[in-house]
């Protein structure tokens, strides 16, 4: 028997280090291909998907803005980077047939269509997966708060966050410390009292003033973004309900 999506239309936040893979830095193309494949799958379901990617594969405007460069000047940057990012993964969904549309915050018509709500939910209503690039069109946010910005503006049912080398929220970070301990579940306001590093501060209240709630899991593993639509209990669920 399938099985049934527990969301009809998520928001998927992949980081630019998810698109990278092994590679540790640019675009690797299995890696791309694998999660298209994955979300040709979730598609198939009949699940109206949303994507928003970064750009830290490419560039940082943390890291440029702390080595000396204008933080606004390193910011608009990155939200370039994350327009490659999504035009990369356009292509390897389309190459599968999955009818994809990518949205800029910032106008540039020749490659992708200028951000409109409405139109965004036109597109998932027939269909297509849209991939939201360029951040908010702002300096000083992070795509973690374009997540829950678009989550909201869309009514995703759910924030899908797909992690590198991590399964899920600890309470400290279990690359350097081998006995953090991992959590099933946390609230919003635990999030922001214990002051974890899920998402900024700015994402973690968008998210919890909207109630939308956020599953961290890790892309690594083949097949976990299908779980996490499915929502089979991976990873962190937030949102102060157990999955």
């Known amino acids: 028997m399938e099985k049934k999506p527990k969301y009809q239309r998520v928001v998927l936040k992949l980081s630019g280090e998810a698109l990278a893979g092994n590679l540790g830095y640019g675009i690797d193309p299995d890696t791309i291909y694998s999660i298209a494949q994955q979300l040709e799958d979730i598609h198939d379901m009949g699940v109206e998907i949303a994507i928003v990617v970064g750009g830290g594969n490419i560039w940082r405007g943390l890291s440029g803005s702390a080595k000396g460069m204008d933080r606004a000047t390193a910011d608009y940057m990155g939200m370039l980077a994350t327009v490659m990012n999504a035009l990369a993964l356009q292509d390897a969904l389309e190459k599968l047939g999955v009818a994809t549309r990518v949205q800029s915050a910032i106008e540039m018509r020749e490659v992708a269509e200028t951000y409109i709500r409405r139109r965004a939910i036109r597109h998932l209503e027939k269909e297509r997966i849209v991939i939201f690039a360029a951040g908010t069109g702002n300096p000083y946010f992070s795509t973690d708060t374009t997540a829950a910005l678009r989550a909201a503006e869309i009514e995703a049912e759910v924030i899908l966050m797909a992690k590198r080398k991590v399964d899920g929220v600890y309470d400290a970070d279990p690359l350097l410390n081998p006995s953090a301990?991992?959590?099933?579940?946390?609230?919003?306001?635990?999030?922001?009292?214990?002051?974890?590093?899920?998402?900024?501060?700015?994402?973690?209240?968008?998210?919890?003033?909207?109630?939308?709630?956020?599953?961290?899991?890790?892309?690594?593993?083949p097949g976990n973004i299908i779980r996490a639509v499915l929502g089979e209990p991976i990873g962190t669920f937030l949102g102060g309900v157990e999955l």
């Open 181 to 221: 301990k991992k959590f099933e579940s946390l609230s919003y306001m635990e999030v922001l009292s214990m002051g974890l590093k899920v998402m900024d501060t700015t994402a973690a209240s968008l998210c919890k003033d909207n109630n939308i709630p956020l599953v961290v899991f890790n892309i690594d593993t």
